[in-house]
Nanobody, 119 residues
């Protein structure tokens, strides 16, 4: 069984910063692409940023220049440094990963962590 556990969410004022973490655990052989997605109330889940095993990154236009995704392969962990936060960044942030494990190759989601940006 594979688990993704997010942490680091919270309440912050507009212009502030937060750092999210997502740690993968379980009987994992390797992890390919990992990423962050978010879902605001009444909206569909959307891509925030992804990072491959060789650290190639991709960002949504709305967060480019403000958010940075990074990865520690030894710890099976990714991070999302969020700077210059805006009220429109308020959402539940979900971690996602493509994982090779004892049960095969599959895509996994974390339980989500709430980020609230006050104006």
């Amino acid at each position: 069984q594979v688990h993704l556990v997010e942490s680091g969410g919270g309440l912050v004022q507009s212009g502030g910063s937060l750092r999210l973490s997502c740690a993968a655990s379980g009987s994992i052989f390797s992890i390919n692409t990992m990423g962050w997605y978010r879902q605001a109330p009444g909206k569909e889940r959307e891509l925030v940023a992804t990072i491959t095993s060789d650290r190639s990154t991709n960002y949504a236009d709305s967060v480019k220049g403000r958010f940075t995704i990074s990865r520690d392969n030894a710890k099976k962990t990714i991070y999302l440094q969020m700077n210059s936060l805006k009220p429109e960044d308020t959402a539940v942030y979900y971690c996602n990963a493509d994982v090779w494990s004892v049960v095969g190759y599959s895509n996994y989601w974390g339980q989500g962590t709430q980020v609230t940006v006050s104006s």
